[in-house]
């Protein structure tokens, strides 16, 4: 199985779908193996959520995620996404593969654009990360700080995870 990259860039052109759920995404072809027919995608997802945040009082507010979504274009294979490097690594050609947090940086930045929500939540998938793995956090964090946020909240939740939630301030 040889995946080969279909990027060399970040795109400059995104197209906001929504899904129903009351959420918004972008996915972005990262690569394709023609053995298989499987395309890689990358899917960063604004989610409308209704629940409280400790500590708040924010009982509305927007999710975002990002995954890697594994397509099977002939469906012989079930589709399947993972946000765990380890899981992705196989299906990321070397040539892709720095480009992937830039686009999802430029994802959130047409999300935002796009659904202009109040309050966005974020929180890393894994357990107490090692710092190295938060610098696709900061990434993001800086993301969505250029684009008129500020964070009003961090901690780590029940379960271990490292989570962010910030507030429009400007004009975005």
Known sequence: ??????????????????????????????????VTDRLVQVESRLSDMQAT??????????????????????DDAPTFETQDRTYARPYLPDACRPLIMPIVAACLRVLVA?????????????????????????LLTQTLEQKGYVVIETGTDLWGRRFWVLRRELTV
Do not use: Q, W
């Open 53 to 74: 945040l400790p500590r708040l009082d924010i009982t509305s507010f927007h999710e975002f995620s990002f995954t890697i979504l594994i397509v099977s274009l002939s």
């Open 1 to 34: 199985m040889t995946f080969v990259s279909l990027i060399s860039g970040v795109p400059t052109s995104f197209s906001v779908e929504g899904d129903g759920d009351a959420a918004h995404m972008v996915l972005v072809p990262v690569a394709y193996c023609e």
């Open 114 to 138: 796009h659904v202009r929500p109040r309050v966005i939540y974020r929180v890393t998938k894994s357990r107490n990360p090692p710092e190295k793995a938060l610098r696709k956090d900061v």
